[in-house]
């Protein structure tokens, strides 16, 4: 009887947890800590599945174990055509996505592609636009992209923009709604996963390991 | 007289030394400007000062006709000071340090068994500074492995050199360790013998101080390999990242298999459709029932507006909604239209089938939503169906096409979903 009580009561903790990922957000130590610290504990884990059955939902994570999201556990037809159009979407916005990781890294001069944890602001990419004809043109077609979906022509507008579509996408979060500062999740981690598990399947002509002398393909 | 000897000695020592590190202060700027490239500039340098600072050795030629360059030590001295990664050296030679010591401790019994005790003191100040200076050496390339570590290697820029420069660190950490395992504390026990002077020196200090320095060493290795691996993932990324985006630009119409349509769907592909958790005010639980009361009670009272607005725009709004619906039943005609040209038969023209169905459209109206609903249909339906415009010029000297009707035909070989 107690037990029962202890066991509702960690699940009524657990609530906002659930209610997340029921949503489809993905949970990560930048999106929400709180609800990650939790959800490395297996016994956590166990209760959540526990919980999802009945839903046909279960909980999944990514390789490195960075990021946590809701999987189907029975894979029926209505569920097959629903990860189809998702991954029709997904793959749509491949590129778009990819061409911002490629812009951050060299707008910011970084070693590699925006990592979870990575602070960014938009202040810093006009700045670095504003200098830059290249990189002012090359936001300007990423901006205009369907996938972020500006429609104007002005700079701080395009940037204001596609930061908002990254909010909305889950791979950017704002810590405070006034603050012009975000700080990127593991859902970047997953959709590095997903293109490498693309190139394997697919057996793309793409090398991720650096041959000498040959470090930037950009 | 053996007394004032040494005395002289050092006097005369202590006098040059002074002279000759003044030199450094007297002429920092152009040394400095000799460590950030590659030749002293001689232009401020009178002959006396360059004579000077080659005999100190601070500064050397390497043959006649080249110009005049800083002393290796001279660099190192001033990269130390500077903390500067870039030129900083490891020196991790210890089976030098040691052969000293064993000569200076060999020395040093042989004055105190002839009771020369100023030699004695001097060869065991001399075997303290050896021992200061192992030590002093580890202390410096840890601490500069620790600087190199905690900037990221900051001091290049491009990922391929900082991976360069920690492949570099990781090698002069081996060395450490390696001079680290020369030094065999029982040999050293049995070379002090029962001095304890020497004992503590060389066996409880210096062991104390090394194995810091081994620990030390051990914790920077386990993070320089860790930023290493940290260092090749980015690469990796960025490579694959790079590369994606270059593929999916030279390939436009790339689309990878249906993943969700395998046996086994791989588990990144499978990411459930989002639900909502839905919540709606009850009134079936008693005890809410004044929470909700006091809910609506602080609802925001919606803002009065004037009459005769809101009945505008409620007229407005009735016209708009009648436009749409009638816009609707055309479409809807229009489609019959096409369906009874694909259920076959000999199919009649736009307006015959007007005529037959009875249907109050305007001409116009009526052929402008037939060729929109044609030019409307995805491009595979519209191969499906031939369009032929009845139409004629608007005058003798006027090439305006006018239509008059339109006849649609099915092709020969319809296509499926036509």
Not at chain 2, 252 to 260: C, E, Q, R
Not at chain 2, 275 to 297: I, M, S
Request: glycine residues 6%; hydrophobic residues 40%; contains cysteine.
């Amino acid at each position: 009887m107690i037990e029962e009580s202890m066991k509702e009561r960690s699940l009524v903790e657990l609530g906002p947890l659930l209610e997340r990922l029921l949503a489809g957000d993905f949970l990560c130590a930048v999106s929400d800590d709180a609800a990650f610290r939790r959800l490395q504990d297996e016994a956590t884990r166990e209760r959540i599945d526990a919980y999802l059955r009945p839903l046909n939902r279960r909980l999944a994570t990514n390789e490195e174990g960075s990021v946590y999201f809701l999987a189907w556990r029975q894979l029926d037809d209505a569920a097959r055509d629903q990860l189809s159009r998702q991954l029709a979407e997904t793959v749509g916005s491949l590129l778009p996505m990819l061409e911002w990781l490629q812009l951050v890294q060299e707008a910011l001069g970084r070693d590699g592609p925006v990592s979870p944890g990575d602070v960014l602001k938009p202040a810093d990419f006009s700045s670095r636009c504003e200098d830059n004809q290249g990189l002012r043109e090359r936001l300007e077609r990423l901006a205009t992209d369907p996938f972020f979906g500006s429609q104007s022509e002005q700079l701080d507008a395009q940037i204001k923009q596609v930061f908002k579509r990254l909010r909305e996408r889950g791979y950017l979060r704002q810590p405070h709604a006034d603050r012009q500062y975000f700080v990127a999740t593991a859902k970047i981690d997953y959709l590095i996963d997903l293109v490498r598990f693309i190139r394997d399947e697919e057996q793309l002509p793409i090398d991720d390991q650096a041959p000498a002398g040959q470090e930037r393909l950009l | 007289m053996s007394a004032s000897d040494p005395d002289a000695l050092d006097n005369r020592l202590l006098g040059t030394g002074t002279e000759r590190l003044a030199l450094l202060g007297k002429h920092a700027e152009a040394l400095m400007a000799g460590y950030v490239r590659d030749e002293v500039p001689l232009e401020g340098l009178s002959t006396t000062a360059l004579n000077r600072l080659l005999s100190a050795r601070i500064l050397w030629r390497p043959d006649e006709q080249a110009g005049v360059k800083l002393a290796p030590k001279v660099r190192e001295l001033i990269a130390e000071m500077l903390a500067d990664e870039t030129r900083r050296h490891v020196n991790a030679d210890v089976a030098e340090t040691l052969e000293l010591m064993r000569g200076l401790v060999q020395s040093y019994r042989e004055a105190r068994d002839a009771a020369e005790y100023w030699r004695q003191e001097q060869q065991l100040l001399r075997l303290r500074q050896a021992v200061d200076d192992l030590d002093g050496r580890f202390a410096d390339a840890i601490d500069s492995l620790w600087r190199r570590l905690n900037s990221d290697f900051g001091f290049v820029s491009r990922l391929a050199d900082k991976i360069r420069e920690n492949a570099r660190a990781q090698k002069q950490i081996k060395r450490l360790l390696d001079g680290l395992a020369l030094i065999d504390f029982d040999e050293l026990i049995d070379l002090v013998g029962a001095d304890g002077a020497l004992r503590k020196l060389l066996v409880s200090q210096l062991q104390h101080r090394l194995s810091q320095h081994y620990t030390s060493l051990r914790e920077v290795q386990r993070r320089l390999i860790e930023l290493m691996a940290r260092f090749r993932q980015q690469q990796s990324r960025s490579r694959l990242v790079s590369g994606m985006a270059g593929f999916l630009r030279e390939h436009p119409g790339f689309v990878p298999g249906n993943y969700a349509r395998r046996g086994e769907v791989p588990e990144l592909v499978n990411r459930a459709a989002p639900l909502t958790a839905a919540g709606a005010v009850a009134l079936d639980h008693p005890p809410d029932v004044r929470d909700v009361t006091e809910l609506l009670h602080h609802l925001p009272t919606p803002a009065a507006a004037p009459e005769h607005v809101a009945v505008a725009v409620a007229a407005e709004r009735h016209e708009d909604t009648l436009i749409a619906a009638r816009q609707q039943a055309l479409r809807e005609d229009v489609e019959r239209f096409y369906l009874a040209v694909v259920e076959g038969g000999e199919p009649p023209s736009a307006l015959e089938y007007r005529e037959a169905a009875g249907l109050d459209w305007g001409e116009e109206i009526w052929l402008f939503q037939v060729l929109a609903e044609f030019q409307g249909l995805p491009r595979r339906e519209q191969a499906a169906f031939r369009l032929h415009q009845a139409e004629s010029r608007a005058g003798t000297f006027n090439d305006l096409r006018l239509i008059h009707d339109v006849r649609l035909e099915l092709c020969d070989a319809p296509r499926e979903g036509a």
